[in-house]
């Protein structure tokens, strides 16, 4: 499978959380920041130049070792210091330092001084109310990380366009070879042009729902299947995102199309303006395909 540049900045940012919540050499971090950028900027995928046998130390900010670490990245997928470096510290110090106010050096001297290795370890620190009692903390603290916690700020659900487009475009153009698929499109926030999207949702027009479906969860970029019915799906893809697939009948492909492109309150006001039998049938129609 190709590794995304998206993949590779990724793993550099992921390095360098790690390294600044270490207490590393900020031109260290700095290093993999920069890195990271330049890598997501380009405009070819790394991995590809990688295997064309190309100088990466060529590119602004990437010198000769991390043009090598770009280069395990893209012929492995993995980075064996961020392996050496998540052994170290548990994944929710990371997480942790997401919340207000919760630097790099906060969120360590939190998890070490109450001795936590989870988000669940943290969630139950709040309501046995400790983290108050922790030294440069206090009852503040406390309460900015019970409302992360009770809003999920601690998980990026959400994707820049421009990189969930490397990601998107190449499994429209799949799912709409698919025997049975009409026609495919990407609908929601992605469709609206948002500058960052949540989940993908792509409808797909076909008769044979259920063939599509399951040719659609072997899909050689998915990580885990949630969810496998006839005529919806619910996956999550190596890079982390959520896509829900569903296939609908012809007819309802215009009513299906508009309920989820549309944000919620596009669809209130539109159900709100749309007068007579008809618009009251189509709106039915609607609520029938969501369903």
Known sequence: MPVHNSEVAAIFDHVADFLEIRGANRFRVRAYRNAATTVRDQSRRVADMVEAGEDLSALPDIGEDLAGKIAQIARTGHLSLLDELSDTMPE?????????????????????????????????????????????????????????LEAGDLEERRTRRDVAEEFAEPLIAWIREIDGVETAEIAGG????????????????????????????????????????????????????????????????????????????HNIAGRRRAPGAGARAEAQRIRVVRR
């Open 190 to 265: 992605y469709r609206r042009c948002q500058e960052t999207v949540g989940d993908l949702d792509i409808l797909a027009a076909g008769d044979a729902g259920g063939a599509v479906i399951d040719r659609f969860v072997h899909y050689d970029e998915i990580e885990e299947v949630a969810s496998h019915g006839k005529t919806r799906s619910t996956v999550r893809l190596r890079s982390g995102m959520q896509v829900d697939l569903r296939v609908v009948a012809k007819e309802s492909w215009g009513a299906a199309m508009h309920y989820f492109t549309g944000s919620k309150a």
């Open 92 to 148: 929710a110090v990371v997480q942790a330092t997401r919340i207000p106010g919760i630097g790099p050096k906060r969120a360590r001297a939190l998890f070490e001084a109450l001795d936590l290795a989870s988000i669940d370890d943290l969630e139950r620190a709040v309501k046995e109310e400790r983290i108050a009692e922790i030294a440069g903390f206090g009852a503040k603290t406390e309460a900015k990380i019970r409302a992360a």
